[in-house]
């Protein structure tokens, strides 16, 4: 690989479980943030990171579930969205800075190709500064990787 080649600029940080995830918010959000969650479900985790930055966007596959989180939470903006639909992501309109994801659906083995791809999605389309996942298989994976220097 050449060092003229696109390089990601994304920073990727594993939680194995929802107490790790929602504990990164005041390490990882601030103030000029606009943060994107895919997978809010009831909106909890969207409403504790709202006071943390300038715009934060809850989304979630289930109509049902964005409609109660909107009961829930009628001061913050919850949208329908299929995580797997990075263009729809997109064309909410906003840079996001920082991208939450919590698909629970995807925390097995047999799914952690699944979730590389979609950070790789998420940070080539969208170019956050940091994606923040609720993953155990991802975090176990990465704790056991390390860089090789090359030449």
Same mark, same amino acid.
């Given at each position: ?27 990882? $959000?601030?103030? !000029?943030?606009?943060? =994107? ?9 969207? &409403? @504790? ?49 920082? $991208?939450?994801? !919590?698909?629970?659906? =995807? ?9 590389? &791809? @979609? ?33």
């Amino acid at each position: 690989m050449s060092r003229e080649q696109f390089r990601l600029g994304t920073t990727f940080v594993g939680a194995r479980n929802v107490s790790e995830y929602r504990a990164t918010i005041p390490v990882w $959000v601030s103030a !000029d943030d606009v943060v =994107l969650e895919i997978g809010c479900e009831w909106g909890t985790t969207t &409403a @504790l990171i709202a006071p943390h930055c300038r715009l934060v966007i809850g989304t979630d596959v289930s109509a049902q579930v964005i409609e109660r989180a909107r009961r829930q939470h009628p001061e913050l903006r919850f949208e329908v969205l299929d995580g797997f639909d990075v263009r729809a992501a997109q064309a909410l309109g906003e840079d996001f800075t920082k $991208v939450y994801i !919590d698909m629970s659906g =995807l925390s097995g083995y047999r799914s952690l190709l699944d979730v590389i &791809a @979609l950070l790789q999605m998420y940070a080539t389309v969208l170019r956050p500064q940091a994606i923040v996942v609720k993953s155990g298989a991802l975090k176990h994976f990465a704790a056991h990787c390390i860089p090789w220097p090359g030449k």
